[in-house]
């Protein structure tokens, strides 16, 4: 193991409460460090390769990739003398590398069986000792628990001090710099005086509540009692003190970010765009998308939002004069084509159906790219007669048979095109897709499965059950335009229609002030309108009527007002004085928190009318907001967000190990854990039940992988999990997939997982040079069979200096063992019977998902506290800094009191002074930033 992996497992091992009690000082091998000390003799020690043998060993086979030049892995032997000046930990490293036959590398020379084994002898000399020293010192002596004095929960600042003095320093100290942390001069009365002390203080607490501080096996400890008052105590000292002084915290300016952009395109206009064609991904900070910090603003961005209010103005207008364009719509891969997609005409299966907005009534043209075979020819040709239909709103517009002779060598490829097809003009929905010749089980020599391309090989041989699949779906066009149709977005538009000339104007102006109202999401001021309607006049210099407002509405959604949710601040303020955010603005808070669209007319009246600040009548727009269906972007937007659902379309689990898994499932296990939030929402049930829920949500494709019977059909249900072995959000598919790789579990992954998205205690990532990969070991395989992940992981740790971290993680990790990479259930793994014991970094007996859940609501302060967090950070698009503890603790005591209802955590943001108050900025002038 190199060097920086130690200090990695270090800074983990104390960043979780532990220790390793070992330090590196050099990456490479030196002969000459003064701690190369000899090492004792091992039981073993006679049979140890001699140390002139073991440099010419190293000469031979190591140094021509481990030279100071190259560092292969941070490691150079040029230097080497002997096992005896190896770093013991490098020496660990060596073992476990030669002992499963990684090094040296396969195709290179290699020293014979007994040479090896004797090296290793001397290796494991140098490398044993150590760790069993280490292992001994920490096993052999007691732990001591203290009761420190307190009244309740109430300790006095003197008690608190020794007890950091006594028990934190153990670890925190100005040697050891535990976590890069010293508590050496800890005073609790400095807390609330000073920023450094009150951030250590709010970690110091967070690790506390976790149960990952002090650490279960340190020679003294705290009992039970006295860690309670401590916590309760300090909380409550910084708590006064920030209610006496509360910081609200600041903000700057928020852009929408491409979802809320597109919401605000449907609302405003009725159409339903795709903005990534034209807007980069955002970027995500503090597990969301719209942390204002992290919302860079570049010259790439701003020809994006220009191109994509061209676009989107000329979709929503029409554009009589509109030429040919194109565009293609992609079918996922690993997605099941053998049954009906939703959104095609009945009687159908596969291809795919999507909205495409026309710009122009007019002819257009579809075309169709089908999947091959390795050698070219298309996938599927031994069924003969297959057919693609191609309809516009479930009307057949045309029906192409596919010559099974279809080849890439052919002029035209693996693709059809249907003759011009007369489209109107608006959203319209497009499905290409095969007809459906028969329905009912496949009898084949090979088991029927989802993921139909897992072999594209097979597609040209008989008696093997392989249809034709749709690639993709390109629409071209228009060719002949007719005008332009009246549609949804052009009824939004066109409020009014000028008669004559002298109508123009007036009409126009009326138009262009309900539209940046819309947009900028208040009253759009005089001047502002003057602005646009410059822009129609140019528009309409240049065309017609429609064409100036066309180009009206093109400038309105480049406007900073509509791109940018800027708050108005009260003038004459000074730096770091406080301010309440105003009505409207607040209005525009609240609607992008709990709908993630802009506010509708009703809060845009009440907030105009000045009630909304008064906290009745704030309470009841919130509880009426979540009563509406908009409301579910608290599922789809923060929780699919925060619970990292996007994750699960990156997995994609092996097509030969795991052939039932296709993209339609993974989509279903997202839409699972949606609409299972949903409800916690929309019932208002108890935080808690993510993760003690007897419920969830599944349609038939779902149903059948969970072997859940009498479900039927593509709509998701609820269905009850009593007698199952599923329970909460860990039951769900969705987590188990993310968190795993594509031929097994990740008990890492899911261990990481549970640590920083319900805990808030992130493990830092491991160091470049260790190797995670559990498959790269030549000992996965032991007596002719495939070892389980439990005793893959267990090689693992067997390493004394990585066996401190995975402790931790694993453990949780393991517990959910039952549940393979697909989400479904099982009692083997490789033959092995399944073990999921364990026990929680603090001790707490788990066995399997039931034991975790139950462990983890031991640690329910902690659960609560994350969650809490991540609702602020997702409504105020900020981070939730040291100073916003104080909030979350008091929003979580009062949702305490009201059963931890949803509901109840979502009006305490909203009634926060985080939500309804800011910090006023500093400003630097240019000057001021030339002469720093």
């Known amino acids: 193991m190199p060097n920086a992996t130690l200090k990695w497992c270090g800074v983990l091992a104390l960043g979780l409460g532990l220790s390793v009690g070992v330090s590196l000082d050099s990456r490479t091998v030196d002969a000459q460090a003064p701690s190369a000390a000899p090492a004792p003799a091992a039981s073993h020690a006679p049979s140890a390769l001699p140390a002139d043998a073991q440099k010419k060993l190293i000469q031979d086979y190591c140094v021509g990739c481990h030279d100071d030049a190259q560092l292969t892995g941070g490691v150079s032997f040029q230097a080497f003398t002997s096992a005896a000046a190896v770093d013991p930990v490098l020496a660990a490293k060596m073992v476990h590398k030669l002992k499963t036959g990684q090094m040296p590398p396969a195709g290179m020379p290699k020293p014979d069986a007994t040479t090896v084994n004797a090296f290793v002898a001397a290796l494991e000399a140098r490398a044993l000792p150590e760790a069993a020293k280490a292992a001994e010192s920490t096993a052999a002596a007691p732990v001591q628990v203290i009761a420190y004095a307190h009244t309740g929960d109430v300790m006095t600042p003197t008690v608190q001090n020794t007890m950091v003095r006594e028990i934190c320093t153990q670890c925190h100290n100005d040697k050891q710099r535990a976590g890069g942390v010293s508590m050496i001069g800890f005073d609790v009365a400095t807390v609330t005086r000073s920023t450094a002390q009150a951030e250590l203080a709010e970690n110091m607490l967070a690790k506390l509540r976790a149960g990952m501080m002090p650490k279960s096996n340190a020679p003294k400890r705290p009992d039970q009692a006295s860690i309670h008052a401590f916590v309760v105590s300090l909380e409550s000292r910084i708590d006064r003190a920030a209610a006496l002084h509360p910081d609200p915290g600041t903000r700057t300016f928020q852009r929408l970010n491409r979802a809320e ?16 064609q034209w807007l980069p991904p955002d970027t995500i900070s503090h597990n969301f998308d719209n942390i204002a910090d992290a919302q860079n603003f570049s010259p790439t961005l701003l ?22 364009g194109s565009a293609t719509y992609s079918v996922d891969r690993t997605a099941s084509q053998m049954l009906h997609v939703d959104g095609a005409p009945y009687g159908t299966r596969g291809g795919l159906s999507v909205v495409h907005i026309f710009p122009a009534d007019g002819t257009y043209k579809f075309k169709m790219l089908f999947h091959g075979t390795p050698t070219g020819q298309l996938f599927g040709k031994t069924v003969l007669g297959e057919q693609i239909e191609v309809s516009v709103n479930g009307v057949r517009e045309a029906v192409l048979t596919i010559p099974p002779t279809l080849d890439e060598s052919d002029p035209n490829g693996l693709t059809l095109e249907t003759p011009p097809i007369h489209v109107d003009a608006g959203p319209q929905r497009v499905s290409a897709a095969f007809i459906n010749r028969f329905d009912g089980p496949i009898d084949d020599l090979l088991e029927p499965h989802n993921h139909t391309l897992a072999d594209t090989q097979i597609g040209d041989g008989q008696g093997i059950t392989t249809l034709p699949h749709l690639r993709d ?11 332009v149709s009246e549609t949804v977005s052009r009824r939004k538009v066109f409020t009014c229609r000028p008669t004559s000339a002298a109508e123009e104007a007036p009409c126009a102006r009326s138009i262009v002030t309900r539209l940046a109202t819309q947009a900028y999401r208040r009253p759009a001021t005089p001047s502002e309108i003057a602005d646009v309607m410059k822009f129609y006049d140019r528009g309409r210099k240049d065309g017609d009527f429609e064409s100036g407002i066309r180009t009206a509405l093109q400038a309105v959604l480049v406007s900073p007002h509509f791109l ?26 609240l609607s992008y928190f709990i709908w993630a669209a802009q506010p509708d007319a009703e809060l845009i009246k009440v907030a105009r009318s000045g009630r909304l600040e008064e906290p009745a009548v704030l309470d009841a727009q919130v509880h009426r907001m979540l009563k509406d269906p908009r409301a579910e ?15 699960v379309g990156k997995m994609h689990p092996d097509a030969i190990s795991y052939p039932y898994y296709d993209a339609t499932l993974g989509d279903a296990m997202v839409r699972e854990t949606q609409l299972f939030f949903n ?7 108890n935080v808690l039940d993510l993760l003690t829920a007897d419920y969830t949500f599944v349609n038939e494709r779902l149903a059948r992988h969970y072997g859940i019977p009498g479900v039927a059909g593509p709509e998701f249900r609820r269905v009850s999990l009593v007698g199952t072995h599923r329970q909460g959000l860990l039951g769900q598919g969705s987590v188990e997939v993310l968190t795993s790789v594509a031929d097994r579990t990740s008990p890492v992954q899911r261990g990481k997982w549970v640590l920083e998205v319900l805990l808030g205690q992130p493990p830092p990532p491991p160091p470049p040079n260790v190797d995670t990969n559990l498959d790269d ?59 999921t014991a364990g026990n929680l970094y603090d001790g707490t007996r788990m066995v399997g998902l039931a034991g975790l859940n139950a462990a983890l609501v031991k640690h329910q ?9 991540n609702l602020m950070a997702y409504a105020l698009g900020r981070r939730v800094e040291y100073y916003d503890m104080p909030t979350v603790r008091s929003i979580i005591r009062n949702a305490g009191q009201h059963g931890n209802h949803i509901s109840a955590y979502i009006v305490g943001v909203v009634n926060s002074p985080a939500f309804r108050m800011s910090r006023a900025e500093s400003t630097t002038t240019t000057a001021a930033r030339q002469d720093q």
């Open 261 to 276: 952009y597109a919401d605000a395109v449907e609302t405003m206009l009725g159409i339903d765009v795709d903005v990534s």
């Open 303 to 324: 020809q994006g939002y220009l191109g994509a209010a061209d676009a989107i103005a000329r979709l929503a207008v029409g554009d009589p004069n509109a030429g040919p």
């Open 473 to 483: 779906f390109t629409i071209t066009g228009p060719y002949k335009t007719t005008g």
């Open 564 to 589: 940018f949710r800027v708050e108005d601040r009260p003038a004459a303020l000074r730096a770091g004085q406080t301010y309440k955010i105003d009505s409207l603005d607040l209005a525009s808070r």
């Open 633 to 647: 972007s608290l599922s789809t937007r923060f929780a699919s967000e925060w619970l990292r659902l996007q994750d």
């Open 679 to 685: 409800s916690l929402v929309q019932e208002d049930r």
């Open 777 to 835: 070991s030549a000992a996965a395989a032991q007596g002719g069979r495939t070892l389980s992940t439990r005793e893959r992981m267990e090689q693992h740790r067997a390493n004394p200096f990585c066996a401190s971290c995975h402790s931790v993680i694993d453990p949780i990790g393991l517990s959910l063992e039952n549940f393979d990479p697909t989400g479904r259930y099982r009692i083997k793994d490789n033959g092995v019977a399944v073990d």
């Open 861 to 869: 302060d902690t659960i609560l506290e994350v969650f809490t967090e």
